[in-house]
């Protein structure tokens, strides 16, 4: 870390109080004891290559190529979506099975493959670049980053909600470890990094009941949402991991063990939209490296854990 980082400017706390209380309205003065009792501070430092988003004492440190980057991972992941979603609900009402001749076949799906390539394919220089200040083609129908949804259609306005849920749970896992550099007492890694993937998911999803009772909205329908924020974020995390990475390092669990552990918490029937979200994450990871690659026939939580058993054995071989 350069001196100049260390002098890094800590942004307004209420920025970051602003994201918190949207992603979790409930528990905004939980937060705000939270954050002052360890004296979390968060300070944008200068761009550089990789992936700047990490906890150093009490501080919290994150570069505007990172951020730039989970904001476009945001709206790929909102993309997976569009292209996979539909073909859940085809499957359902055709019994068709989905997989390289039903893609072909799709009038839509080569568009729709193109749009999110064309994400990926800036976020893919991304670890070998050092600044997103270089001149690059920024994505068709993905907005500039901005810090509300004026100006945005509808299906940007949900992209928008799942990535400000998406940066809160990562900004969350980096204040656990905050905590355990203040408390002196931490488990093992990789241990510890699973530990604050579960502080985050907690903080988010734990007061789901208590938001709907005063919110008057229905709880399964705030747990969908913020458990989708949560996928996309792993959804992020996946794709923010070297290849050589993804399988588990000594420091680091292996990423289908993160995707996964999102899945138990998650107590909704087996058609309910959220299970197409996260399945059409995944298996946009998978098709985009297997364009041949068949869905499993299943549906719900069983889909799911299924594809990430797909990257595990992936990352494992």
């Known amino acids: 870390m350069s001196h100049l980082d260390d002098a890094a400017q800590a942004v307004d706390p209420k920025c970051i109080d602003i994201l918190i209380d949207a992603a979790a309205p409930e528990k905004a003065q939980a937060w705000r004891e939270c954050r002052k009792w ?10 550089r290559k990789g992936v700047t988003l990490r906890a150093q004492g009490r501080r919290i440190e994150f570069d505007n190529k990172t951020m730039t980057w989970l904001w476009l991972l945001g709206f790929a992941g909102w ?12 499957r359902e009402i055709t019994q068709a099975t989905i997989d390289g001749q039903l893609r072909s076949t799709d ?23 050092e600044t997103v200040e270089n001149d690059f083609s920024w994505p068709d129908g993905v907005p500039q980053p ?13 992209a928008f909600d799942l990535t400000m849920i998406a940066t809160a749970y990562m900004l969350l896992h980096e204040v656990r470890h905050v905590m355990f550099n203040v408390d002196g007492e931490r488990p093992s890694e990789p241990e510890e990094e699973l530990a604050c993937d579960a502080y985050a998911r907690a903080f988010l999803l734990e007061g789901v009941e208590e938001y709907a009772k005063i919110s008057g909205e229905k709880a399964y329908c705030v747990l969908a949402k913020r458990a989708a924020g949560i996928a996309l974020g792993a959804y992020a995390l996946y794709e923010f991991t070297p290849e050589g990475g993804r399988g588990g390092t000594a420091d680091y669990p292996p990423v289908a063990d993160r995707l996964e552990a999102l899945f138990p918490a998650v107590d909704l029937q087996a058609d309910h939209w ?11 990871i998978v098709v985009n490296r297997d364009h041949s690659a068949v869905v499993p026939d299943l549906n719900g939580r069983n889909l799911c854990n299924e594809l990430v058993g797909r990257l595990r054995q992936r990352h494992q071989t």
Do not use: C, M, N
């Open 38 to 47: 360890y004296g979390v501070s968060f300070h944008p430092i200068a761009d």
């Open 79 to 90: 993309r997976a979506f569009r292209i996979h979603g539909p073909q859940f609900w085809w």
């Open 107 to 129: 009038p839509t799906y080569a568009d729709a493959e193109g749009d999110l390539g064309a994400i990926l394919y800036v976020t893919g220089d991304f670890l070998t670049s």
């Open 146 to 158: 901005q810090a509300d949804k004026r100006g945005f259609d509808i299906e940007q306005q949900a």
């Open 274 to 284: 959220f299970w197409d979200f996260a399945a059409s994450l995944l298996v946009s």
